[in-house]
């Protein structure tokens, strides 16, 4: 049974900065790629980065170039978000998903079969 747990989420001012943590079990982490998505309630779900399994390629959503940056570290079954200079549209729930085993990643959402609770990010101006 595939587990995604995410976790450092909040409350932070404009210009902040938090990171996020995927602890991922019962998947073959270290073979496939993994991605962090974001939702706003009423709104369709946004891909923000994606990375390689080996962590050499990833891919960022134009909005979060720059300030956001996703890494992984195989030996702890764990991806990770860095959120620098946050903005209060960076609201939103983020959560971590992951493909079907083998499977490829981009910033379409609509990839991805499995997903974690999510952790809230808010940012206030």
């Known amino acids: 049974q595939v587990q995604l747990v995410e976790s450092g989420g909040g409350s932070v001012q404009t210009g902040g900065s938090l990171r996020l943590s995927c602890s991922a079990s019962g998947y073959d982490f270290g073979n496939n790629c993994m991605a962090w998505v974001r939702q706003v309630p009423g709104k369709e779900r946004e891909g923000v980065a994606w990375?390689?399994?080996?962590?050499?390629?990833?891919s960022y959503a134009e909005s979060v170039k720059g300030r956001f940056t996703i890494s992984r570290d195989n030996a702890k079954n764990t991806v990770y978000l860095q959120m620098s200079s946050l903005k209060p549209e960076d609201t939103a729930m983020y959560y971590c998903?992951?493909?079907?085993?083998?499977?490829?990643?981009?910033?379409?959402?609509?990839?991805?079969?499995?997903w974690g609770q999510g952790t809230q990010v808010t940012v206030s101006s």
């Open positions: 998903a992951a493909p079907e085993t083998w499977s490829t990643c981009n910033i379409n959402p609509q990839v991805y079969s499995y």
């Open positions: 990375i390689s399994r080996n962590g050499v390629v990833t």
